[in-house]
Nanobody
Framework: QMHLVESGGGLVQPGGSLRLSCTAS????????VGWYRQAPGKQRELVASITSDGYTNYEDSVKGRFTISGDSAKNTVFLQMNNLKPEDTAVYYC?????????????WGQGTQVTVSS
């Protein structure tokens, strides 16, 4: 497995911004499509943004227009710029290759990084 380390989370006020970073132990875009997932207490983990090695991006509706995913292949890093944050964005954010529906028991999630949006 390739190890991915998330960083950049923190506590921000509604309307604030954060930039998350995901740095891989290897060539991150060899994974083809890399995504940011998030999981809030009592909710399922959801994919909020993804990017392919050729730069194609996709976003979940709730973050569209507010979040931007990007990558730096030379540094094996994927970023998630989060603007106009809302309390409902509060979650632990994880980066990983985009999983298929058959991989519901995927066991190799990292520590993630906590994002808390609160006044």
């Amino acid at each position: 497995q390739m190890h991915l380390v998330e960083s950049g989370g923190g506590l921000v006020q509604p309307g604030g911004s954060l930039r998350l970073s995901c740095t891989a132990s290897g060539s991150i875009f060899s994974l083809y499509r890399v995504g940011w997932y998030r999981q809030a207490p009592g909710k399922q983990r959801e994919l909020v943004a993804s990017i392919t090695s050729d730069g194609y991006t996709n976003y979940e509706d709730s973050v569209k227009g507010r979040f931007t995913i990007s990558g730096d292949s030379a540094k094996n890093t994927v970023f998630l710029q989060m603007n106009n944050l809302k309390p409902e964005d509060t979650a632990v954010y994880y980066c990983n290759r985009v999983l298929s529906q058959e991989e519901s028991d995927y066991p190799y999630w990292g520590q993630g990084t906590q994002v808390t949006v609160s006044s």
